[in-house]
């Protein structure tokens, strides 16, 4: 069972899992699940490839009666794809969405005794308008699609909150001037006039304390970090950037008092890091440095759990592999990832590039439901140090007539345009891959490496990423959209290699295996280092990701196994990674 606390950036210490045994009942049948693992996992205690696009989940709980003079939420971490709750046969709402975070507040719906909650889940898996990234709605997976995955995938939980209390806070931090921006707000019904104290600590050390008054629900201050430790000689400030290489975090922690009473109400745990991403003469930048982007594309899929890690230690295992592998860094593919694995990536020193789930129908309905879904991630996800890009539509997916379509060009540029207002401290990618429209880094994809021995397309991949107007000649589509062209910014190559391990003819029939190219197990390393020479051979490039991390399912190009183990010998890999610093 899933046992971690689930929202790290925002951490309450009273709380109660509802993971664990549900009923569960789909078509006729009925049967019990382990809560998160979607039915069609092998963790869930089900393992079966459902027709039925209608689910439910039923389960019984006590709440604790010291929660009597709070408010009492349930959250879940995330269902895919619409959703009725009810407690206690009353609906207390309603959701849509499969990648995000969403609550209610049931506390009026409670008996203080035995209470029941039902969640039921309707997820169309042939209704291709709705965001589903990978997941395939045919009966089998095949070529680069997947399992599906329907109903609660993520956490489920409750929390007593007090009724003056904090409902979120944003952190902006600005390196150049020392400082980070406390945006936060009060839940609606708290109890105005009331004090909010902050602390700010970097390990044993205090860097701030202070409290505002608040007459408004919505307040921020601007806390000077660096300069504050810099007089106090304690440590050169400039080392106290959040970077793959030395993941520094400011620990937060918040105390809201009472309106009335003046007593603390409500105390919420947090962090920041303190950094900057941002383009400059062509290159991208990491803390105002040159930083060369080692990326490898993850799909956050596990044999047993498919979308759900099994443990918590499985998101810390990837990370950590991957950094001994000598990459800095993932494009997350087609998911939004689990705030789990964004806290590890903050705690280790890893970069990601998030990324939301395609859909496959573009309609002005699919595009508002997308808009709605994406708004959400960036506000869950605001606070996490190790996402530096956001990047929303992948190869097309969902606007395939993006080229010369004016729709659906002004959608892409929309969802640009929302991202950069919602969020100045990240860079954006509206279409990766190929017909980009705005962007601010020139995201290409290519797999036209060839194989052992074809030194015809070796040498023409080779020539092809050197320059801007000869990436057309190693790519599927063309670079941009009509009326849309390069402006300077930096190009990275964000999926190349693909590379798998050759088997005989007969079993890879059998298993259905696939990769982009093959090569021996005896030849994988040195063709590996060509791609990898390739793209290090070329000065135009400012970074790369490598298809990709681990095998999913019949995709076995992955560089662990489907069970997340190594295929290679991890220095090997790194070795040439390390080619270029």
Known sequence: MREEYPRPEFVRKEWMNLNGRWAFEYGNERAEIEVPFVCQSKLSGIGKRIKEDRVAYERRFKVPGEWKDRLVYLHFGAVDYRCSVFVNHRCVGHHTGGQTSFRFDITRYLNWEEESIRVEVVDPLQDESIPRGKQFWEEESKFIWYTPSTGIWQTVWLEPVAKTSLEWIHFTPDIDEGTVKMDYQLSEGSLLPCRVHVKVRLGENEVFHGNMLCNTARNSWTVDIFRKKAMEGAFHFTGNYWS??????????????????????????????????????????????????????????????????????????????????????????????????????????????????????????????????????????????????????????????????????????????????????????????????????????????????????????????????????????????????????????????????????????????????????????????????????????????????????????????????????????????????
């Open 244 to 581: 793959p290489e030395n993941p520094i975090l400011y620990d937060v922690l918040v105390q809201v008092d009472d309106g009335v009473t003046g007593k603390p109400v409500d105390f919420v745990e947090s962090y920041f890091g303190m950094r900057k991403i941002h383009v400059e003469n062509g290159k991208l930048y990491l803390n105002n440095q040159p930083y060369y982007q080692k990326l490898l594309l993850d799909q956050g899929y596990w044999e047993d759990g498919l979308v759900t890690a099994p443990s918590d230690r499985d998101y810390q295992e990837d990370i950590r592999k991957s950094k001994a592998m000598g990459f800095n860094g993932c494009r997350k593919h087609e998911k939004v990832e689990d705030p789990r694995f964004l806290y590890w990536a903050d705690k280790m020193g890893f970069l990601v590039w998030g990324a939301m789930a395609s859909f496959w129908v573009y309609t002005p309905q699919a595009a508002e439901a997308f808009i709605k879904e994406w708004m959400d991630v960036i506000h869950r996800d605001y606070n996490h140090p190790s996402i530096i890009v956001w990047g929303m539509l992948n190869e097309s997916w969902g606007v395939p007539r993006i080229y010369s379509n004016q729709q659906q060009q002004d959608f892409s540029r929309a969802l640009y345009y929302l991202a950069k207002g919602l969020d100045e401290t990240r860079l954006v990618i509206s279409n990766d891959g190929w017909e980009m429209t705005e962007t601010d880094i020139c995201a290409f994809h290519s797999y036209k490496h060839g194989e052992k021995g074809d030194y015809e397309q070796h040498a023409a991949f080779k020539e092809g990423l050197k320059r801007i107007d000869s990436l057309h000649l190693v790519m599927e589509k063309l670079l941009f959209a009509k009326g849309s062209g390069y402006k300077g910014q930096p190009v990275v190559l964000t999926e190349c290699g693909g590379i798998t391990v050759k088997k005989e003819e007969a079993a890879r029939r059998e298993d259905g295996e696939w990769g982009y190219t093959s090569a021996s197990e005896e030849d994988f390393l040195d063709e590996y280092a060509r791609v990898v020479g390739a793209i290090y051979d070329s000065e135009l490039l400012d970074g790369f990701c490598y298809t990709q991390l681990t095998d999913v399912e019949q995709e076995t190009n992955g560089l662990l196994t489907s069970g997340h183990c190594y295929k290679f010998d991890p220095d090997e890999i790194r070795k040439i990674n390390e080619r270029k610093r």
